[in-house]
Structures are given as structure tokens and as C-alpha cells.
């Protein structure tokens, strides 16, 4: 067991360094809502990661004669418990590099750590903080500063649907430069996302690991995204699978009636199969695998793939 553990490490750290062009620290000196105990981190067999003590960005950029001057800034499921930061990650990042688009890959950290002086807040501000970064360093990374958006898979989801409703257009009396920059992202692309967190529909694991056993009628209302639109949400793309056993597709549908009630662009792609946690697809033929295109087509419309910055 030990044996395969220590290749599961060597396996995931040579993915990194074979794909990731740059890793970065999203904070420097003290990071927010840590009470500073460092405990450890984990990777468990299946290359997913827990308990993240000092949360990174992984930027993956496209060659430069296909870049279209867009980003994503990549948020994984995991329930808030862990991410799946392969499947709903670096091979995200990997797949939008090959459409000429920037993917930002987020190792946020997580409410269930113990060493978190706010649980409900961390993994957005840490969120916050990347688009904050890419935003920051897009003239360096050849990024189109009003090309920004944010996607996120099942908890992840949640967690970029609540970046893209609460959000700031720079904090401009901090001290630090990056905190002075927007975290408004331009787009948002929700896989199989939680959305609510209360009523039928909620997503109980992620919502017990974000809030607590008790939250209070204020925090679910908070962090229920579809209760959370405005006309100045970003516009989105959202993908989820009928038969989804995990996260209720009701969460997706909720969300785009939010959106458009507020006269938000949006669109939506219910699949018939696929059920929950399928990343890029399952490679079975059926229609859900052609999520992808779906948003890649959709990010032409909106004029995302076009030339120029």
C-alpha cells in the first residue's frame, strides 16, 4: 500500500511537471482565514488531493499561434472535501489549451481542514484570488483581461457559481496590488454544479462540509446561488446529466431560470445519461460526451475564440 501511494505521488508530480507550465502561490505572508497551523497535505490513490495547507494556481497556457486571448479559471469537485484535481483539472486545462484558451487550474482550500478560522469563506476567497491573478498577469500570460471566466465540476461548481454571484470589482484600498483587481469573472461554465444550498435540491455533503451540521437560514440563503442573481451575474453555460443520482439536475435548471429571469445570457445542456463525476465524458458514445463541444461552441458565440485581446 505504501509502495503504491509513493508511485501514486511520483506519478501525479511528473504529470505536473510534464503539462504545467507555472505554478503559483495564491498568497503571500499571511493567508487569510488560516490560523496558521500547518498540518499535511494528502493525495490519495487517485491522484485527488485533501486537507491543502498552502493553496496554488497551475497555469497551463495554449501555443502561442493558437491563443485566443481567453482563460478559465478551473475550480474541481470534490464535495468541499477534497478535489478531483485530474479529471476536473489539469485535464480541463489540457482540453482547453488545445482550443487556444488559458487554463487556470485552482487548489483552493478546503472548509473540513482544521486549521480554517471561517469554513464558509475560504474556498471562495481563495477562488477570488485566481481570478484576481489571472486577471493580474494577463498582459504576461497574453490573456484578454475581459476574457476571464471561472468553470467549476459538481462541489466546484458551487464554488465558481459563487464566485460569479458574489463577487468585487477590486478591493482599492488594499495593500496588495492583486487584491486591488477585479475578481468578477466574465463567464461562467457550471459541470454538473451544485447550485442550492437548501430545500430539495441541495447537495447535503457539500452543504454539511461548507456550513456545518446547523447552518443558519442566513448562511443557505448566502450560498444558494440561484438566490443570489443579478443582472450584472456573469453569463454562463451549463452542462448536467438528467440521471444524476449525485447533485439533482434541478440545480442546473434552477440557476439558468435565474439567470435568465434577470436577462443574464445563458445557456443549458441537459443529457439524457452520463450521470455524475465524468470529467471530460466517459468515452461510451453516448451524448453527454459532447459536453465539450458544446462549450466550445457556445464560447464562439460569445465571441471568446475570436482573435485579439
Not at 6 to 35: D, R
Not at 91 to 98: C, E, G, H, L, Q
Not at 145 to 173: C, E, Q, R, W, Y
Request: charge should be negative; proline fraction near 5%; charged fraction near 20%.
Amino acid at each position: 500500500m505504501k509502495t503504491t501511494f509513493i508511485l501514486t505521488i511520483v506519478l501525479y508530480m511528473t504529470f505536473q511537471s510534464l503539462y504545467a507550465q507555472e505554478t503559483l502561490k495564491l498568497w503571500t505572508g499571511k493567508i487569510p482565514y488560516s490560523t496558521g497551523l500547518i498540518g499535511e497535505e494528502e493525495i490519495t490513490d487517485q491522484g485527488h488531493v485533501r486537507n491543502i495547507q498552502d493553496p496554488d494556481i497551475t497555469v497551463y497556457l495554449p501555443d502561442k499561434e493558437k491563443a485566443t486571448g481567453a482563460a478559465v479559471v478551473i475550480c474541481p469537485g470534490g464535495g468541499y472535501w477534497l478535489l478531483a484535481i485530474k479529471h476536473e483539472g489539469h485535464d480541463i486545462a489540457r482540453w482547453f489549451n488545445s482550443i487556444g484558451v488559458a487554463g487556470i487550474v485552482v487548489k483552493n482550500r478546503l472548509p473540513t481542514s482544521d486549521n480554517i478560522t471561517d469554513k464558509s469563506e475560504v474556498a471562495m476567497t481563495d477562488a477570488q484570488r485566481a481570478v484576481r491573478m489571472t486577471r493580474y498577469h494577463a498582459e504576461k500570460w497574453g490573456i484578454a483581461p475581459g476574457k476571464i471566466g471561472i468553470m467549476g465540476f459538481s462541489a466546484g461548481g458551487h464554488l465558481a457559481s459563487t464566485v460569479g454571484t458574489h463577487f468585487d470589482l477590486g478591493i482599492k484600498d488594499a495593500k496588495d496590488p492583486i487584491q486591488q483587481v477585479s475578481c468578477r469573472p466574465d463567464f461562467m461554465v457550471l459541470v454538473y454544479p451544485v447550485i442550492s444550498m437548501s430545500g430539495d435540491i441541495m447537495h447535503t455533503g457539500s452543504m454539511k462540509s461548507l456550513l456545518g451540521e446547523n447552518p443558519s437560514d442566513a448562511q443557505m440563503l448566502r450560498f444558494s446561488n440561484e438566490k443570489q442573481v443579478t443582472k450584472d451575474t456573469p453569463p454562463a453555460i451549463l452542462i448536467h446529466s438528467s440521471d444524476d443520482t449525485g447533485v439533482p439536475v434541478a440545480n442546473s435548471i434552477g440557476f439558468y431560470e435565474a439567470l435568465l429571469a434577470h436577462g443574464v445570457a445563458a445557456e443549458l445542456h441537459l443529457f439524457h445519461s452520463g450521470g455524475h463525476g465524468y470529467g471530460l465524458g466517459r468515452g461510451d458514445g453516448t451524448s453527454h460526451n459532447m459536453w465539450p463541444q458544446n462549450v466550445q461552441a457556445w464560447m464562439k458565440d460569445m465571441n471568446l475564440l475570436s482573435e485579439g485581446k
